[in-house]
């Protein structure tokens, strides 16, 4: 659950660091490419709706939790926790050691206050951006705003926690160098090597190979989104980096799309975004992987084995969304197919487990 609400849900929120590293990517991909129908910013508000396998994803999760649905190893492992003998359980050795701090003052509102800020100055310093026009504000590049709200929200979130007696200046500046570290250490690195890997693949002129391919094949122009989404899962899942395979796979999607169709870009773009998530969600060497089995304190073996089985079916419901939409060009299709998978898929597990 932990795993199957965080990704599939921040891939499509633009208020996040990786909507702003992706709007960053598209907005240099598209005005390389010459497609002027969306910016980096629209471009990903418009491929949400086509977000097949988080939507899909999401859905699972509220299935599994209204209809105790547990299947292949899962349901071993859910009947040793039943029993109790839970065998999925981090031991204490393995754990990260916390600290346990209490507030004197501490209230909800030490959360609530520098989100709202963040959001609400992100989305009022884009408006200004827009002169204040509800028809720019797509258009506006939402980098600086975002680092702009953040830091506000930062301070706004350090003075609270001054405020609740929750903090003081040496923790403070010991816990911000670990966090800056980390970032170093993980993010960075993994953002300076997808760019790197970006500008190869354009340099090389690998995207407009590819489209010339597409072009003298009209049958793999229909599968295009669900080839993207395959490749997209196939590279994530051996890199365990959603972030990579973004980095890889739009520099190739885009002149592709431009090259079969351009009115596919959205669909395209989500299809390389839903299959990066899919990809990172079902690695075991994905750190998205292994920090929500930490933050639930079990093994990863035994996160990564239990959660495989519903990530593949969600996928294989996702691909059948795809095609069919490649086919016929229709979303509502395409969602109907989502519908009819997910309840195939209930019907199929009540039949097999009798519940």
Do not use: C
Request: glycine share 10%; proline share 4%; aromatic share 10%.
């Amino acid at each position: 659950m932990i795993d199957s609400t965080s990704a599939p849900v921040v891939i499509m929120m633009p208020l996040s660091t990786w909507g702003a590293y992706i709007i960053g990517l598209l907005g240099g991909l598209f005005d390389e490419a010459g497609y002027t129908a969306h910016t980096g910013f629209s471009g990903f508000i418009a491929s949400v709706p086509y977000q097949f396998y988080p939507l899909t994803a999401l859905v699972m999760v509220l299935l599994t939790i209204r209809l105790g649905i547990n299947f292949g190893p899962m349901r071993k492992y859910e009947e040793k926790a039943a029993e109790g003998k839970d065998i999925s359980i981090m031991q204490a050795e393995e754990a990260v050691s916390e600290e346990d701090v209490q507030g004197k003052h501490a209230s909800q509102w030490t959360l609530i206050i520098p989100v709202v800020t963040l959001v609400m100055l992100t989305l009022l310093i884009m408006l200004a951006q827009a002169g204040f026009s509800p028809g720019a504000f797509l258009d506006q590049d939402i980098t600086l705003p975002l680092f702009f709200s953040g830091v506000v929200a930062f301070i706004i979130a350090v003075m609270m926690a001054y405020d609740a007696g929750v903090t003081d200046t040496k923790h403070l500046m010991k816990v911000s160098g670990k966090g800056m570290l980390s970032m170093i250490k993980s993010a960075a690195i993994i953002l300076i090597l997808a760019w790197l890997v970006s500008g190869a693949i354009q340099d090389l002129g690998v995207g407009d190979m590819i489209a010339e391919y597409i072009d003298e094949a009209p049958l793999a122009a229909m599968l295009l989104p669900v080839i993207m989404f395959l490749i997209a899962g196939g590279i994530a899942f051996a890199t365990g980096t959603s972030w990579g395979a973004f980095g890889i796979i739009l520099p190739i999607a885009v002149p592709v799309a431009m090259q079969a169709d351009a009115a596919l870009m959205p669909v395209i773009v989500a299809a390389v975004l839903g299959g990066a998530v899919f990809g990172d969600h079902s690695s075991p060497v994905s750190d998205t992987t292994v920090l929500s089995a930490t933050g639930a304190r079990s093994t990863l073996h035994s996160h990564f084995i239990t959660q495989v089985p519903y990530a593949l079916v969600t996928a294989l419901i996702a691909a059948l969304g795809y095609f069919i939409y490649g086919l016929t060009g229709f979303v509502t299709l395409s969602y109907l197919v989502l519908g009819v998978g997910l309840a195939a898929f209930v019907v199929l597990y009540k039949m097999i487990t009798g519940e």
